[in-house]
Nanobody
């Protein structure tokens, strides 16, 4: 089973930027849907951004204009550029890849926005 590992999280001041990466333990081909989700303490896991195989993107209203999702390669399939970060963006961020054979989730990376 392919595993996903997120990286790039950390502590950043309000207004700062982070770039999240999602690395796969084996090459991923033919992913038809990839996304980033986040979960803050006490909250459910919410969609942040998604991208389809044809490059169509969709964003949560709260991050539109600040975050950008992009496709990478077979070993690093998806990235999330986060700009103008706010304290309410603090959460654990997860990448997800949808394949024909199933769904793969990463283990998450912590993003903390605080001064």
């Amino acid at each position: 089973q392919v595993q996903l590992v997120e990286s790039g999280g950390g502590l950043v001041e309000p207004g700062g930027s982070l770039r999240l990466s999602c690395a796969a333990s084996a090459s991923i081909f033919n992913a038809y849907f990839m996304g980033w989700y986040r979960q803050a303490p006490g909250n459910q896991r919410d969609l942040v951004a998604v991208i389809t195989s044809d490059g169509t993107t969709n964003y949560a209203d709260s991050v539109k204009g600040r975050f950008a999702i992009s496709r990478g390669n077979a070993k690093n399939p998806v990235f999330l550029q986060m700009n103008s970060l706010k304290p309410e963006d603090t959460a654990i961020y997860y990448c997800k890849v949808n394949l024909r054979g199933g769904v793969i989730w990463g283990q998450g990376t912590q993003v903390t926005v605080s001064s």
